[in-house]
C-alpha cells in the first residue's frame, strides 16, 4: 500500500539542498547551514520602529551625565532628582515638604559646584544631623525643648544651614581667583557645615543627656533648651561630629589632612561665638529679628571665614 501510494505522485515535494560555506566547514564547529535565516537577518525583515526607546541608551546616557566631568547644571540636576526619588523617605524625616524643595536647589548647586563628592558630603551632614534631631525626641518634647514639627526642619533652616556654603559654591562655579582661591572655596564649603553639623549635634545630645548645662557668657546654671547654654556632653559630641563630617570630606579628596584640623577648630571656635551672641542678644529688646536662622547664617559664616582666613596665613607663612 506505501509502495503504490508513492508510485502515484505526480508531484513531489522537492527538498531544497543544504549548502555550507567553507569558512563554515570547520572540525570543532558545528556547521551553519546558509539557507537557514540567521537572527541578524531576520532582525533585519523586522518593521523597523523609530519610537522605540532603548533601556540600554538611557542607562549609557544616565551614566554619561552622572560621571560628566566636570560636572555641568545638566549632570547637576539629572543626579540630584535621581537620588532625591530614591532617598526620598529619609527626606520626608527630617524635611518638610518645602524644606525638600530648598534642599533640592542646593543638592543641585552643591553637586555643580563640587561634584558627587560635595554632594555625598551635603549627605552626610543631612543624616548625621537629622539622626541627632530624632535622639530622645519624646523627652525632649515633653520638656519643651525640642524643635517644631518632630525636628523637620523647613526651607528657612535649609537656607540658614547653608547660606555660606552656598556663597562658596558659587564662587567655584564661576571660578572666582585662580586655583588657590579655588581651593579655599572649597574648604570654605566644608568648614560650613563642619561648623553647622557641630552646632546640630551638641545643642541636640545637650538637651537629651546633658546633666549640667551652663550659660555661656556667665557660667550660671541654667535649664537645657536655654539659649547660649552649654553642656560638656553637648560639647564633646559637637567635636566628634565635626572631626567625622571633616574626615569624610578628605576621605573623598575635597580636603588634607591639615584642612581638617582648620575645619575643626574653625567649627569649634564659631559654635563658641554662636552660644555667645546666643546668649547675649537672641530674644532681648531690639534683637526681634535674631531668630535661630539668623544665628545659623551668622554661625556658619564665622566658620567658613575663619577657615578660609586660617589656610591663607598658613599659605602666607608657610607656603604649604
Known amino acids: 500500500m506505501a509502495l503504490s501510494t508513492l508510485l502515484h505522485i505526480k508531484h513531489p515535494i522537492l527538498l531544497a539542498p543544504l549548502y555550507f560555506s567553507k569558512s563554515q566547514i570547520h572540525p570543532r564547529k558545528p556547521l551553519i547551514p546558509t539557507s537557514i535565516p540567521t537572527l541578524k537577518s531576520h532582525n533585519k525583515m523586522l518593521p523597523h520602529r523609530p519610537n522605540a526607546i532603548s533601556t540600554q541608551g538611557v542607562l549609557s546616557e544616565a551614566m554619561r551625565l552622572i560621571q560628566s566631568a566636570p560636572p555641568t547644571w545638566q549632570s547637576a540636576l539629572f ?20 524644606g ?3 534642599a533640592f536647589l542646593l543638592g543641585t548647586l552643591t553637586w555643580r559646584a563640587f561634584g558627587p563628592s560635595g554632594f555625598l558630603l551635603v549627605a552626610s551632614y543631612f543624616i548625621i544631623g537629622t539622626a541627632a534631631t530624632k535622639v530622645k525626641m519624646a523627652q525632649k518634647e515633653a520638656q519643651g525643648v525640642a524643635e517644631k514639627r518632630k525636628g523637620r526642619r523647613g526651607p528657612g533652616s535649609v537656607i540658614g544651614s547653608s547660606a555660606a556654603g552656598c556663597v562658596c559654591a558659587f564662587l567655584s562655579i ?3 581667583g585662580d586655583e588657590a582661591f579655588l581651593a579655599l572655596w572649597r574648604l570654605g564649603f566644608i568648614a560650613s557645615f563642619c561648623t553647622k553639623l557641630s552646632d546640630t549635634v551638641s545643642s541636640e545630645i545637650g538637651k537629651a543627656y546633658g546633666k549640667t548645662t ?20 553637648g560639647t564633646l559630641a559637637g567635636l566628634l561630629a565635626s572631626i567625622l563630617l571633616a574626615s569624610v570630606g578628605c576621605l573623598m ?38 531668630n535661630n536662622d539668623a544665628v545659623n547664617v551668622i554661625n556658619i559664616s564665622m566658620g567658613s571665614i575663619l577657615a578660609v582666613l586660617m589656610q591663607l596665613v598658613i599659605l602666607q607663612k608657610w607656603g604649604a
Not at 79 to 98: A, D, Q, T, Y
Not at 262 to 278: D, F, K, L, M
Open 174 to 176: 564661576f571660578q572666582v
Open 79 to 98: 543626579s540630584n532628582l535621581s537620588i532625591f526619588l530614591v532617598g526620598s523617605p529619609i527626606l520626608v524625616s527630617g524635611l518638610s515638604l518645602s
Open 100 to 102: 525638600i524643595f530648598a
Open 253 to 290: 579628596g575635597e580636603i588634607n589632612v591639615p584642612e581638617v584640623v582648620i575645619c575643626v577648630i574653625a567649627s569649634q571656635i564659631a559654635n563658641v561665638g554662636e552660644s555667645i551672641i546666643g546668649a547675649a542678644f537672641q530674644d532681648k529688646e531690639g534683637f526681634q529679628w535674631l
Open 214 to 233: 551652663y550659660l555661656v557668657t556667665t557660667f550660671k546654671v541654667v535649664p537645657r533648651g536655654t539659649e547660649g547654654a552649654v553642656s560638656a556632653e
